[in-house]
């Protein structure tokens, strides 16, 4: 297709959109791994407060001595908001285009009624979706990393389950994250399929297994992040231990943010 560009400006452009396109389904694929690890690190609440919060401490002490305390977690972080810019940059990038070229050719691509609803459908979805979810991470980063946001109850650092036990009493609050799973698995429904589409990764012959795999991982985040909220909402787990029980049970269990 390169090929019938014949200006260089026009080539440029094409090379560019090509990269931007992969620059999103990259740091996209890399967003999903990384909200699939996070939604299964999840479901360890229902094993209780200690086993849960030894998760999250665990977390910060890994690759220890080679590493410092939180070392790998800041590594982490870094990756995950460089593939934000990326995904991001590119999606402004490529909407910008969009915008420009619809400018000029309105009329230049002739599609069915229906083929144009669904495509303009998807892609509002999908902006309006990136929205919600880059708002969603601010104010959830706020909440549960930074505790600069504390809805419900004094939160503590280190103590991840009775956190999140507190600000899931609140209706709000739960509402608030299932807007933000729901625009998530939307996201990655049709997300998955864009970028394995991006990468060349689809064949016809493929097409209804990409369609089933991308559902049932949509429906899985789904399920796996909003079980831990709607059981702590509906009052199906036991509340945090008084301070004192906590703090001479949390040793025990190889806790011990005193060392660090
Ligand atoms: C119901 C759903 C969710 C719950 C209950 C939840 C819970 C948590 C908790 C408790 C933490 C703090 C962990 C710690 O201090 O070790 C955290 C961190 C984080 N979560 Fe979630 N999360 C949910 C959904 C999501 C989603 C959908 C995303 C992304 C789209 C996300 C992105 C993050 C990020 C980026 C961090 C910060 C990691 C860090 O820097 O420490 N979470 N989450």
């Known amino acids: 297709m390169a090929k019938t560009l014949k200006s260089p400006k026009k080539r440029?452009?094409?090379?560019?959109?090509?990269?931007?396109?992969?620059?999103?389904?990259?740091?996209?694929?890399?967003?999903?791994?990384?909200?699939?690890?996070?939604?299964?690190?999840?479901?360890?609440?229902?094993?209780?407060?200690?086993?849960?919060?030894?998760?999250?401490?665990?977390?910060?002490?890994?690759?220890?001595?080679?590493l410092p305390f939180g070392g790998f977690l800041w590594i982490f972080r870094a990756a995950l908001l460089l593939c934000v810019l990326a995904?991001?940059?590119?999606?402004?990038?490529?909407?910008?285009?969009?915008?420009?070229?619809?400018?000029?050719?309105?009329?230049?691509?002739?599609?069915?009624?229906?083929?144009?609803?669904?495509?303009?459908?998807?892609?509002?979805?999908?902006?309006?979706?990136g929205v919600v979810l880059l708002v969603f991470i601010i104010a959830h980063i706020l909440q549960f990393t930074t505790l600069h946001l504390t809805p419900g109850g004094h939160y503590e650092h280190g103590r991840a389950y009775m956190n999140m036990y507190y600000g899931f009493q609140l209706w709000w609050v739960y509402l608030f994250y299932l807007v933000a799973v729901v625009s998530l698995a939307l996201h990655v429904w049709h997300g998955t399929w864009s970028a394995l589409q991006t990468?060349?990764?689809?064949?016809s012959a493929v097409i209804p297994y990409?369609?089933?795999?991308?559902?049932?991982?949509?429906?899985a985040l789904l399920a796996a992040f909003m079980s831990v909220p709607t059981a702590i909402h509906f009052g199906l787990t036991d509340p945090p231990l008084p301070a004192q029980t906590y703090s001479q049970q949390a040793e025990a269990h190889g806790i011990n943010w005193n060392n660090h």
Request: a positive charge; aromatic letters at 18%; zero cysteines.
């Open 12 to 66: 440029t452009a094409f090379t560019t959109t090509v990269f931007m396109k992969r620059m999103m389904a990259v740091s996209g694929l890399v967003f999903l791994f990384f909200v699939l690890f996070h939604a299964y690190g999840n479901l360890h609440y229902f094993q209780g407060e200690l086993e849960y919060d030894h998760y999250a401490y665990f977390l910060r002490t890994f690759l220890q001595p080679i």
């Open 87 to 129: 995904h991001v940059g590119s999606a402004f990038h490529l909407w910008a285009r969009n915008k420009r070229a619809r400018g000029s050719a309105r009329y230049a691509v002739k599609v069915s009624k229906a083929d144009h609803y669904a495509s303009r459908y998807a892609m509002r979805t999908m902006r309006w979706g």
């Open 210 to 219: 990409v369609r089933v795999i991308a559902s049932l991982v949509a429906l």
């Open 199 to 203: 990468l060349g990764a689809i064949r």
